[in-house]
């Protein structure tokens, strides 16, 4: 390293360690500077009003997740369990797809977030298949009646989390 680049790392480092030391955060988690500090040379780190997003809410509000007066996206609900590897040792999933609408509604356009979804074993892409990163499709966008399942399995080195992401009722 040049001589220059020491000199400035040196400096940035001490103007850190000067300016942790300057503030100590109580165990309120007010922050306070202390006396013998002139505020008029130093940076010092300060909390924002404007951060209060950062804060936990004590309210818990649930988003309404409704697509229509019928049907609700939770009503298609996502299975996954391990099965037998494939013979080449890869390992093996199931997944079962099901409309559990209650007011029996036939529920069309199912996406799912799927990341990068893909498998050894063929899947119907009929049944389930990857349009883009993290949006599959379910049952080739045709609806899935009210108490039918649909299942495929496929082979990854790891499960991929599935969750039902859009729904159109139908």
Not at 46 to 62: D, N, Q
Not at 110 to 121: E, P
Request: charged share 20%; net charge positive; proline share 5%.
């Amino acid at each position: 390293m040049s001589r220059r680049r020491v000199l400035l790392s040196a400096t940035l480092l001490s103007y850190f360690l000067h300016g942790m030391a300057l503030v100590s955060v109580v165990a309120s988690g007010v922050e306070e500077v202390r006396d013998n500090v002139d505020l008029t040379k130093t940076t010092t780190l300060t909390t924002s009003a404007h951060r209060k997003m950062l804060h936990l809410s004590h309210e818990t509000r649930a988003e309404p997740d409704r697509i229509g007066e019928k049907c609700k996206k939770s009503d298609i609900v996502v299975n996954q369990a391990a099965t037998e590897p494939m013979p080449n040792g890869i390992p093996g999933y199931t997944v079962e797809i099901t409309n559990q609408c209650m007011s029996g509604c036939n529920i069309s356009r199912i996406h799912v977030s799927c990341g990068w979804f893909s498998s050894a074993k063929l899947v119907n892409p009929r049944v389930f298949k990857r349009i883009h990163y993290d949006d599959c499709l379910v049952n080739n966008g045709k609806p899935l009646p009210y108490g039918s399942t649909l299942s495929f399995n496929y082979a990854n080195t790891f499960p991929y989390r599935l969750a039902v992401s859009f729904v159109t009722c139908s």
